[in-house]
C-alpha cells in the first residue's frame, strides 16, 4: 500500500468559510487523476473525517486534475473549541491515508501490482 502523498502532487486543506473545510487533492498528470478518482471512495474520506457520508460534498475537476472534498466543520472557525483556525491540518489526515497502489507496467505492456 502507497500513501495518497506519494501518488500526487500536493493534498492540501484550508477553510471554506466558518463552517466548512476543503480539502484539495491536486494529481498533477491525467493518469494520476483517474487513478485516485477511482481508487478515493468518498465513503472512505468521509469515514477518515468522521462524517456522515452524506454531508461529504465531492468534486472531480479533470481540467485542473484536482479533486476535492468540502465537510463540515466540527466547531465554528475561531471558536474558543476551534484547535485549527486556517483548517490546514486536515489534509495531513488524507495524505497519508494508504491508498491501493496504481499499476505497473512490465515490458511486455502488460499491467501487475506495483510492488
Known sequence: ???????????????????????????????????VRAALKTETV???????SQLVKRFDIAELRVIKFSFPRPVVQGSRADRDMHGAQWAVLLAEMDLQ?????????LYRDAD
Open 46 to 52: 468521509a469515514t477518515l473525517f468522521q462524517q456522515p
Open 101 to 109: 497502489s496504481r499499476p505497473a507496467a512490465t515490458e511486455s505492456g
Open 1 to 35: 500500500m502507497a500513501r495518497l502523498a506519494d501518488q500526487v502532487l500536493k493534498v492540501r486543506s484550508k477553510n471554506a468559510g466558518p463552517f466548512w473545510v476543503t480539502v484539495d487533492v491536486f494529481c498533477g498528470t491525467p493518469d494520476a487523476y483517474e487513478h
